[in-house]
């Protein structure tokens, strides 16, 4: 059976626009109905010819800033900059001096970990207008308030990308991709976090099939990457993938039935009753919790790379890339 049979059986949903991914023009398969700010539905669709999957239509820029109007920065400060110290090692290793971008670099700790342990000039981006105050006011950090291409960077200007659970969040994952191509330096290394789309969107899709209401995305995931979606979107922005991992296995197991759900995933992806409620609850300045031995950061660092599997599987709910440039 070929590509174009297929999918005229399971056509069902006409986009409102083409793929933002790979800008296709077909229908794409219907999947549910999902929620993000109160009162707001989308639906859930997966392009038929890139996997993507998405909310059709896109949220708008101001449904956007006002689920993240209260941000939710609440990292350990002590836990970034003991991982920000840990990185710095593994930076050194590879040159002594450099320079480093962290996007979606929230309050700052992890790179200012970075910067307090080696001599990498360290800068930072993110949405959240409190925590790139905090960042710039409290740390001394330079940190960027908007999306990457606000930042103006000269091309070729970074010798690593540090992209951390971003680019299911944009509202142009292809365009951040390029941007990120066009500022790193041609023997840059690009390191992308981002869940595994797959099994990051089965709660959705089960809560719709089961409560026939739409399904909130709690973190603000407007985007689903599985592993094909994601290793066609680095072919056609520039990028070699030298390695890839899995991890968040416990949590991918549930997802996917190996384990049991746990009891308050209904709950949580319940939509809210107030427009009150609708914003992530703000804790902008972390509380400070105990501070462990640079050995412990070490330890813990090693022991999350540990937890990763070699290879791109659809029973986790993470997935971690060491990208080159092409
Ligand atoms: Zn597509």
Redesign the pocket.
Known sequence: MDGHTIKKEITTHKLMSN?P??N?DSSGKFLGKVNLVFGTEYNLVE?L????IYFDPLPSVAELSIFYSGSYYDFDKSREEGKGMAFARRLKRWKSIGKFVDLGCATGFFINGIKDHSDWDVYGIDFGESAVRFAREHLGLKVVQGDLADAHFPESFFDYVHVNNVLEHVLDPVALLKECRRIIKPDGIFFLSVPNGFNDSLDLIDFWKEEKKPARTKSGHIFFFPARTLQMMFRNTGFEIESKKTYSLKRGFRNIGYLPRKSNWKKICSPKESPEETAITEVLIPEQKKKHSDFYYKFRFIQENLLMIPGLHKFGLDFQFILRPV
């Open positions: 793929c991914v790979c296709d392009c010819h890139c996997g993507a």
